[in-house]
């Protein structure tokens, strides 16, 4: 590993209303290395990057590139110096090319003043085959899976030869091929001399790939070691200012009665022939690959497709048709993947989104107007209950991190006081101590005798926190397996449509 430093950030301070984001950071980024950062949501991890990437200016500190001083202007400025992002909200044309995306913006032109469409093909084709990738880059992006749009956005980052990439939470939406493929990737970039900045929450990535660990908390660094000088259970008490013996508490025995039946449920979203009983108490964890239908089983049941076949029974009230809004006012509260488009309304409040779904009851008069005292009332305790790290509850939501994000998404949900939950991912994007607390939520729902469909593609978490698990294959229910008797090979049999010896 090359110790030159690239990139040296040298006390960086940041504050914005009623937050200090960060504070006196200093941090060497060396070429040909591969740095993991990590730090619970709302550490600074992202305050940190936007400045790096010329998206927000630092109050006090400076950066020095290459050994010039280095102020971006904004983030066409920092990808003209070399710096790229690869982002876990991919962002690209989804209508257009793999070769129109990875040269937007800098097209290779004839003399005649037209761009060289044949130039640009050829140079895409070879970059994306340098990354071990024989595709058509002429195919749109729309045809694509997550992992191939991203190693197109790699594709963007060598072809405009940066000398330092940053992954952000790079593998939450890729199958295990896809991540195996992209850590190849990227240790190819470290022997070629490129500096990668390795953000993620899943810490057996991190020391999987990274040669050195640096730990934020608070906006300050805590920590800064290389991968042999310290070990996960460090990291984390660094990470959350205190030890986590446990990850996942005890789930209790089951209580109740039945609270949700699927009965012979079919989709327009493909999925097929769903039998399923919830009790109350209950935790029923969904597992499958990408593309199985796990998802699509709680959308329907939350009513947000059409049935072409079968009902949802609630209580004993059966449903041949359902809409969101039958769904909650049968119970039915639902968290989604789909956290940007479907979770959150950005421009509202962290309080009016933490109310939305309670709407109904905090109305007051013929009028319907708003009790905006309860609303308040809502918000106040979701916060402290679930401790969003927000400066106000008239914060817009778009403006917390990812991980406070989903805080809010939970919290919408919790104060509504369903009877079922559909939890659909609840820790994607959330750090370590955001996920042991969730954890711990979900376990006291169901002790408090809430029926709970647990849907997440973390194979670890669905094996411990489950009384029963579901695996879905090709949008159909494969097997059903009780917590004693599953594991992670038995699992993957019935995902992959295996028999189990």
Known sequence: MNSEPVLEIENISKSFPGVQALKDIS???NSGEILGLVGENGAGKTTLMNVIGGVIIQDNGNMILNGQSYIPHDPLHAQR??????????????????????????????????IDYKKSHLEASRVMNNLGVDIDCRRKMRTLSIGEIQLVEIAKAISSKSNIVIFDEPTTSLTENERIRLFEVINNLKKQGVAIIFISHLLDEVFEICDRVVVLRDG???????????????????????????????????????????????????????????????????WGLLGSGRSEVARAVFGMVSYTNGSVVINGKEYKEMSPEKAINAGIGFLTENRREEGIIGKLSVKANLALPSLTYITKSIFKLLDFVSERKIAESMVKKLSIKTPTLDQLTENLSGGNQQKVVVGKWLALKPNVYLLDEPTKGIDVGAKAEIHKLIVDLAKDGASILFISSDIEEVLRLSHR?????????????????ANKERLMHFATGLEVN
Not at 472 to 483: D, H, P
């Open 27 to 29: 941090i060497n980024i």
């Open 469 to 485: 698990i579901v695996v879905m294959y090709k949008g159909s229910i494969a097997s059903e397996v009780m917590q004693a008797n």
């Open 81 to 114: 110096m070399g710096i790229s992002f690869i982002h876990q909200e991919l962002a690209h044309f989804s209508t257009l090319s793999i070769t129109d995306n990875i040269f937007a913006g800098v097209f290779p032109y004839k003399k005649s003043g037209f």
């Open 220 to 286: 300050e660094k805590i920590g800064d070691k290389l991968k042999g000088e310290t070990n996960k259970t460090e990291v984390v008490k660094m990470m959350v200012g205190r030890e986590l013996r446990d990850f996942f508490p005890e789930v209790m025995d089951i209580k109740g009665k039945e609270v949700l039946e699927i009965k012979d449920l079919s989709t327009t979203e493909g999925i097929s022939n769903i039998n399923l009983t919830i009790k109350a108490g209950e935790i029923v964890g969904m």
